[in-house]
Each structure stands twice: as structure tokens, then as C-alpha cells.
């Protein structure tokens, strides 16, 4: 897991593109302190950096940018190549000979052999650039879920491009104003909508995607989509399928030439990949969970039983109100852009950093693949209801507007948004899971941009295509949970929080061939109440995990803002008709402006804070 960045230059430029890049490098630190490289090439006109975060091969062979012998190819690249190896002896068959241990140079040798169609080879998350110094092109690729985040900018004369938003504004090349379909897609939802930022003429590459750059054109293309194409299969077929992937998906992810490291929460998903991993690690296996002094939070006595269960070597951080007071200044340096999530992954981090530990594993993704979240009860019951009341001319119209103009809770009013709209998956799945309804988010994104028009059209920001033509509606909600929920918010929140600290956080149950495995299992067995399948395709978890009613992993942030964090979390006098009790609201547009302050200041303090 490194830190990855470039410069592409359209014609010769009067700015020093090394002074650039430098920039650039050093605002991504954080991300790879065990090494960092520049390349330049011969025309003065393309620059590419990489930070270092040594896992494979620690030996200097894995210096990046990392080069073809004859210097035509030149790549830099985050992320980790799980099958690799096999990729490896596939191209030595061939003839190719390696200088490294490397992931890295496989991708390299790859794409020499097979250009764009390298991507659909490799298994794992990525993010990296390739540059062809004979073609002047530059090959720029995303994994297909979205693990790994890449970030690009582009005017008449500059392509730039990074890990981090910090880093492409570390350059000093865009002009930093605030975008308004990225600041009303993070009102409504509590984080940025892929593809938009919230800095206007920033993108993120979407997942699943590549993108190819040259002095007369950029060309973007989908590589890989999610898909669920239900097949006739029995339950306990089912259930060997499932075991043989997450087993299969678990193995690979342990291909490490350093000690990995698990966080535990206690839930199903956490402890069904500590029991898999103690299946192939026959020795040392070490967790980390976070507690509460609050009972009603704490689940630290669930997860030190699971690993006396499994035999690790555990280690619990309680994080007191006045000790995540403490933490939040360095929480706040670390947001690359705010969403209602992070604190928790920062400080599991933060306690796996001090033990000494470069990669952990985690339990996401179980829930979007299981059928774990209230959404797939609740927002079938919505579309059906939805659906009913359309049938009435005028009438779901009438409550829409009646309910979103005078609802008394956020509820009620993103329900009203909804009854306004065509009773779709997609329209039910986002009043469920929303922030701010779409009238309140209008008036905060006017308060922040005055020129803001709001449109009809605003309303689907958050939409994805499902053109693809899914067999039921739960398959439609975990495609919207695969692509809204995790990519925008878990998963993005989850790297950067973890690169805070300089850790690897891989997400096996996040997998591309485990999805591609079960997504032919029909909804009604692979999303069963409970995540049943998962259980009992897991028969080593245990009873007192399985039969423990469901709680996501939450802080007492509601009490701490109300209380000890009061100061960092004022309520704002935005509008009396928008209600702001509720924590994750204040929390939103609290970090929304302590972000915007640290951005606009122009300084990148991340590598000074955690030196």
C-alpha cells in the first residue's frame, strides 16, 4: 500500500514539474514511509512519484517508480496483486525474466504483453499509472470494487492526477472553489457520490475503470461491472460454494513478506474472517478491537471471547470521551474529504500502528454480500408501499410534498422526498440510508455556494445505473450497498484512515472472484434474514456470536457531542426548519468546515503530525 501521483504535461510548460512532484510526494508521506522515488522523463514534461509502504519484497528491488530494462514502460502503483504469482509464472513460461519479488513488476510485464487488458488479470485492489515513453501515452487503472482510491484533474495544458485529493491540490495547479454536485451529494448521503469531489473539476475514477491519456485525448472506458445472475442451485450447494471462496479469497489475502494483523469487532463478519485465517495461519495471529467505558457500546468482553476462541494474541484500546478529544486534531488533519465515518478506523489504526504491524485485515463487505443492513427489509416494504400509493393519481405527490415540507424529523422528510419521486429501488434506498433531505440540503449547499440553483435533476445524484436487469429487488439493494455505501464511504474512509497511520487495510470478504462466485446464488438464499448463508457456510463461529442481536460498529458519538466534545461540534443556526439534533448531522457539517479551513489554508500538515 503506497502512495501513487503524476504530472502529465499537454506541451513544454514554464513550471518546474520537479518542484511539482516534490510537492506532491511529500503530501502523500503518510502513505508510504518506508521509501519514496521520483521519475522524470527525458522531455521535461511528464513527472510521476510514489511513497512507499514495503510489503512485498522489503529489499531496494521494489524502489518505485519502477522501470521496464529498456526504460520504455514506467510505472507507479498502490495497492496489492493477490495472484501475482501465479501471473508471474505464467509470464516466465513466456520468457519474461524478473528482477524483484514484486507485485509491482508483474503489472508492469503484464500490460507490456497485453496493454489495457492487464486489468482483467489481476486480482486484488489497485490504483496505479503506467507511462510508455515510446507511445507518449499514460494507461491509468482503478480496481473493479473501488478499493483503492485515484483521483485526477485535468486542464488544456496539465493532467494531474494522485491518491489523495491533498496531493493533486498539493501540485498548485487547480484553483480550489467548492463543487456543487460533490457538497450536495455529500449532504444527502454523508459522504461524496463517486465520481464527484468536493472540489469542483477534481473527479474520482470511478471503480472499475480505466482511463487513457494522451496529448490530443483522454479516453475513460469500464472495464468491470457488478452483476447478480441467479442459477438453479440447492442450499447446501450453496453453502460449499460460499466456503470455498471466502476460504479461497481469505488465503490469498494473507500473501504477506510481513506480519498481518486482524481487526476485531466481535460481529459475525470480523469473527468469520479470524476463524478462516486461524484455518491457514497455524501460528501467531494477533487482533485489535476498540472498547467503550459506556456499556451500552462496549463489545470488548465479545471480542476478547472470540480470540481466546481462536487462539490470537489480542489487544484492546479503549477510547475514552476525553482520550478521542485528544485524538480528534490529528483525525481532523487526516481527512482527504469528510463523511459521517473514519474515528473508528483512525483509532484501531492508531493502536495496530503501535504494535508494530504494516497490514491488518477486515471484516467490510459482509453485510453488502449477506444481506446484513435494515435495507433489505426496509426498502423492498418502500418500494412496494411506494408503488401502492402511486397507483392514486395525485396522492403520493401530495403527502411527498406534505411530509418534506412539514415532517418533524429527518424521517419523515426523506421519506417525503421519496414519495415525490418514481417508487424506485434506487429512489427508496437513498431516502432510507440519507443525511439531509433534498430541501435541506439545498438550503446548506445555497448557504456555502449563493449562486446554487437547485434542479429536479439534483435528486439523482446519488442514483447508479441498474440497467442491468437483477432478478429481484434485494439483489438491487446490495448492488446499491456494493456501489453507494462501501465504495463511497467504508471503503474510502477505510484507506484513508488506515494510511493515516502507514497500515495496510485489506478487505477479503471485499473480493472480486468471491463476488463473482456467489453472485449466482439467488437472493433468496444468499441474502437470507441474518445472514444466514455466511453463518453457515462458517460453522466455526460461534453461538454466543451468531445468536447476538445485530449492532453495527458505533461510537457514543451522540452523548460525546452533546457533552465533552460539545466545542468541536456546535449546532449551526443554518435554518430553524432544519433539525440538528441528531449527532450525525453536526458532526457532517462540523468536519465539512474544519476540512474546508485546513484546504483553503493551503497547507497539507498530515506528515508534519504523524513524523
Given amino acids: 500500500m503506497c502512495g501513487i501521483a503524476g504530472i502529465l504535461a499537454q506541451t513544454e510548460t514554464k513550471y518546474n514539474l520537479q518542484t511539482l ?8 508521506k503518510h502513505r508510504g514511509p518506508d521509501d519514496e522515488g521520483i521519475y522524470l522523463a527525458p522531455n521535461q514534461q511528464i513527472a510521476l512519484t510514489h511513497t512507499r509502504l514495503s510489503i512485498l519484497d522489503l529489499t531496494t528491488a521494489g524502489h518505485q517508480p519502477m522501470s521496464t530494462p529498456d526504460g520504455r514502460y514506467w510505472i507507479t502503483f498502490n495497492g496489492e496483486i493477490y495472484n501475482f504469482q501465479q501471473l508471474r509464472s505464467n509470464l516466465e513460461a513466456k520468457g519474461e525474466q524478473f528482477y524483484s519479488q514484486t507485485d509491482t513488476e508483474v503489472i508492469l510485464k503484464l500490460y507490456q504483453h497485453q496493454g489495457a487488458k492487464c486489468v482483467n488479470k489481476l486480482r486484488g485492489m489497485f490504483a496505479f499509472a503506467i507511462w510508455d515513453n515510446q507511445e507518449q501515452t499514460c494507461f491509468i487503472a482503478r480496481d473493479p470494487l473501488g478499493i483503492k482510491p485515484l483521483y485526477y484533474w485535468q486542464s488544456n495544458s496539465f493532467f494531474v492526477f494522485a491518491s489523495e485529493i491533498r496531493a493533486v491540490l498539493a501540485s498548485q495547479l487547480p484553483t480550489i472553489c467548492l463543487s456543487p454536485e460533490g457538497l450536495y451529494g455529500y449532504l444527502i448521503s454523508g459522504t461524496v457520490p463517486e465520481p464527484y469531489t468536493l472540489i469542483a473539476g477534481i473527479n474520482c475514477l470511478p471503480a472499475g475503470h480505466y482511463l487513457h491519456w494522451q496529448v490530443d485525448k483522454v479516453i475513460q472506458k469500464q472495464y468491470w461491472q457488478i452483476n447478480f445472475i441467479p442459477q438453479n442451485i440447492s442450499l447446501p450447494e450453496a453453502k460449499v460454494k460460499v466456503r470455498d471462496a ?8 494473507l500473501i504477506s513478506d510481513v506480519p498481518i494483523g486482524i481487526f476485531l469487532s466481535g460481529g ?7 476463524a478462516l485465517a486461524r484455518q491457514s495461519q497455524k501460528g501467531k495471529l494477533n487482533t485489535y478491537s476498540i472498547t467503550f467505558a459506556e456499556n451500552e457500546w462496549n463489545e470488548g468482553k465479545i471480542a476478547q471471547k472470540v480470540a481466546a476462541e481462536f ?3 489480542h489487544t484492546e484500546y479503549q477510547v475514552t470521551a476525553s482520550l478521542g478529544r ?7 488533519a487526516s481527512i482527504d474529504q469528510p463523511s459521517i465515518d473514519g474515528f473508528n478506523t483512525f483509532c484501531v489504526s492508531r493502536i495496530a500502528h503501535q504494535h508494530g504491524m504494516k497490514v491488518v485485515l477486515s471484516g467490510l463487505g459482509g453485510d453488502e454480500l449477506f444481506g446484513g443492513y435494515k435495507t433489505f427489509q426496509q426498502v423492498p416494504n418502500m418500494v412496494r408501499w411506494g408503488q401502492t400509493l402511486h397507483k392514486i393519481t395525485g396522492l403520493s405527490t401530495y403527502l411527498g410534498e406534505g411530509l418534506s415540507t412539514w415532517g418533524k424529523s429527518p424521517k419523515w422528510k426523506r421519506l417525503g422526498d421519496f414519495l ?6 434506487t429512489a427508496a434506498y437513498h431516502s432510507f440510508r440519507g443525511i439531509f433531505s433534498h430541501r435541506e440540503a439545498w438550503k446548506i449547499t445555497r448557504h456555502y455556494l449563493k449562486d446554487f440553483f437547485y434542479s429536479q435533476e439534483h435528486r439523482y445524484l446519488q442514483g447508479i445505473s441498474l440497467a442491468t436487469n437483477l432478478a429481484s429487488v434485494e439483489d438491487e439493494v446490495s448492488l446499491l450497498e456494493l456501489s453507494c455505501y462501501l465504495r463511497n464511504q467504508l471503503l474510502r474512509d477505510s484507506d484513508v484512515m488506515s494510511m493515516a497511520w502507514g497500515l495496510e487495510l485489506r478487505v477479503p470478504l471485499v473480493d ?8 449466482t446464488i439467488p437472493s433468496k438464499m444468499r441474502l437470507a434474514l441474518n445472514k444466514q448463508l455466511l453463518i453457515q457456510a462458517v460453522p466455526e463461529l460461534p453461538n454466543w456470536v451468531v445468536n447476538r ?15 465533552e466534545w460539545s466545542d468541536y461540534f456546535p449546532i449551526h443556526g443554518l435554518d430553524k426548519d432544519i433539525d440538528m439534533k441528531l449527532w450525525y448531522r453536526r458532526w457532517s457539517l462540523a468536519i465539512l468546515n474544519y476540512w474546508w479551513e485546513q484546504i483553503t489554508s493551503e497547507k497539507f500538515p498530515i506528515e508534519d503530525i504523524f513524523a
Avoid at 471466502?246 to 489475502?253: A, T
Fill in 21 to 28: 512532484i516534490q510537492r506532491m510526494q511529500k503530501s502523500l
Fill in 246 to 253: 471466502l476460504v479461497d479469497s481469505i488465503e490469498h489475502h
Fill in 268 to 274: 459475525i463478519d470480523s469473527t468469520a474472517v479470524v
Fill in 311 to 313: 487462539d490470537t494474541n
Fill in 326 to 332: 485528544e485524538l480528534l486534531p490529528q483525525f481532523l
Fill in 420 to 425: 415525490q419521486q418514481k417508487p424506485t429501488t
Fill in 512 to 519: 472480486q472472484v468471491l463476488l463473482e462466485t456467489i453472485s
Fill in 549 to 563: 442481536p445485530k449492532r453495527g460498529f458505533f461510537f457514543p458519538f451522540q452523548q460525546w457531542i452533546e457533552k
